[in-house]
């Protein structure tokens, strides 16, 4: 989805979308559908690089009343889309795919108040940076006939016609009524072009409104990479896991364990540390844990952090549902749910340029680590799996403590206001607060990362180098 460039464009992703994501992963392990690529995923090895350039190669065909996006049930609750070519196709004039042109988004219709936020991503103006649609894109570069993908856990399905393209709506169960959360997908195939998009809309957009926005997008032909409006598409062939095996493999890998020795770089509330190269510093000098916002300027909070308390100021209790997954047979539903205290941890930071030059728009980011120490490994805990017997496959943590990244911070910069220092003069200290939202179970496992790079998810070389600052209640 093009989450390169997720630190740098915070708070462009909300929670949702990862769960979004992790809820489609699970789908996909279990209808073979294709794997969606993260972050780290779409990192490319020099071998994947050379594979990648060797399909380029391959002879597609071109066409677009030759082709056509056609949907098949598959069980009660399952659907196979793909694009099927007509006998005539072949005969067609063949080209490579690196004839398939660089194309720029045209959004014909937007729902009043929704706003771009980001590439392919909109939302409503009074709710930025949640709900709304996502759009991605597919380079059909090994032929447009290639495009296949199986979904289960489907509630209803329609074809439909958007400027003579072929397209698939799909709407799947709500597990949660109360709050935001991506149960429609729309297919839409441009044969001509040989791309394929795949929205995410979220219940915040109506069912006619999403196609309506779907009917009227269009994709044209440009030579300009910085277009903002550019797609940076990814190529059908990577999706589809074409390449090496080993190579699949290690583009999937996260380190979520490591020995204990490998984690050494552990600071305490206090310690001072270097974060880059540059000779900028951090110290964590206090953190503080609350039932409330008050230790929040709430003109600088979002409207979804106010959402989070009751009618006296105090955070909700976070919704853990335990579902079974739907698939071709059968719908998702909820198997048990509980209720877990939510808390603030407010942390104040502060960065210090130890160098003798400026420093400009400098980057920083928060997150916290759920990490546990288990026979001489740190684990990064993730969610809670099910044990033999139970009748739940996943869990959906309703709540922003289920983000691990800051959801709130005091320091603005760029042109975005996003979460930079603009300038840091020689041996100037800049103070930060940065804030998160937890379960209360979770406080004695809280490790805090300061790498602008890293992640919550995972070990990095990076995270591990800089270190992390033990904040366990």
């Not at 003798?356 to 490994?377: C, K, N, P, W, Y």
């Amino acid at each position: 989805m093009g989450f390169e460039h997720l630190k740098q464009d915070f708070p462009e992703m909300p929670e949702e979308i990862r769960a979004m994501i992790r809820k489609e992963v699970t789908r996909q392990i279990k209808t073979g559908q294709p794997k969606l690529r993260c972050k780290k995923a779409v990192s490319k090895t020099i071998a994947a690089s050379l594979a990648a350039v060797m399909l380029c190669g391959l002879t597609v065909f071109a066409g677009v009343n030759l082709y056509r996006m056609q949907m098949q049930k598959t069980g009660e609750y399952g659907v196979s889309i793909g694009i099927k070519s007509s006998e005539t196709a072949a005969s067609n004039t063949p080209f490579t795919s690196a004839d398939i042109p660089d194309v720029k988004l045209v959004t014909g219709y937007l729902p009043e108040g929704m706003v771009r936020t980001g590439p392919g991503k909109y939302s409503f103006e009074h709710n930025l940076h949640q709900g709304g649609v996502t759009m991605i894109f597919y380079r059909m570069n090994t032929g447009d006939d290639q495009f296949e993908v199986q979904h289960g856990d489907v509630l209803s399905s329609e074809s439909f016609t958007a400027n003579g393209n072929q397209g698939i709506y799909l709407e799947y169960p709500r597990l949660s009524e109360d709050e935001i959360s991506f149960h429609q997908q729309i297919y839409v195939a441009y044969t001509d072009l040989h791309y394929v998009m795949k929205m995410y809309a979220a219940s915040d957009v109506s069912k006619e409104e999403a196609l309506k926005i779907a009917e009227q997008v269009q994709l044209i032909p440009t030579e300009d990479r910085n277009d903002e409006n550019f797609v940076n598409a990814q190529n059908w062939s990577n999706d589809q896991g074409i390449l090496d095996p080993a190579l699949e493999e290690e583009a999937y890998k996260t380190i979520t364990s490591v020995a204990t020795e490998q984690m050494k770089n552990i600071h305490k509330i206090g310690d001072r540390f270097p974060v880059n190269d540059q000779g900028l510093t951090a110290r964590v000098a206090d953190v503080k844990i609350s039932d409330d916002l008050s230790l929040l300027d709430l003109s600088l909070a979002d409207e979804n952090l106010k959402k989070e308390t009751d009618e006296n100021g105090r955070l909700r209790p976070a919704q853990i549902q335990y579902v079974k997954t739907g698939d071709t047979d059968s719908l998702s539903q909820e198997i048990s749910s509980r209720e877990v205290p939510q808390k603030l941890v407010y942390a104040s930071i502060e960065y210090q340029n130890t160098g003798t030059e400026e420093m400009s728009d400098v980057l920083f980011f928060g997150d916290l680590a759920r990490i546990q120490e288990t026979d001489g490994q740190m684990q990064i805990l993730g969610e809670e799996a099910p044990s033999e017997g139970d009748a739940w496959d996943t869990v959906v943590h309703h709540g922003l403590s289920a983000s691990r990244e800051m959801i709130y911070y005091d320091v603005h910069g760029t042109e975005r206001e996003n979460n930079y220092m603009e300038s840091i003069q020689p041996g100037e200290t800049v103070t930060v607060h940065m804030a998160w939202v937890v379960t209360e179970e979770e406080l004695d496992t809280l490790y805090l990362g300061l790498d602008p790079s890293g992640s919550a998810y995972e070990f990095t070389e990076s995270s591990l180098n800089i270190g992390y600052v033990d904040i366990r209640q």
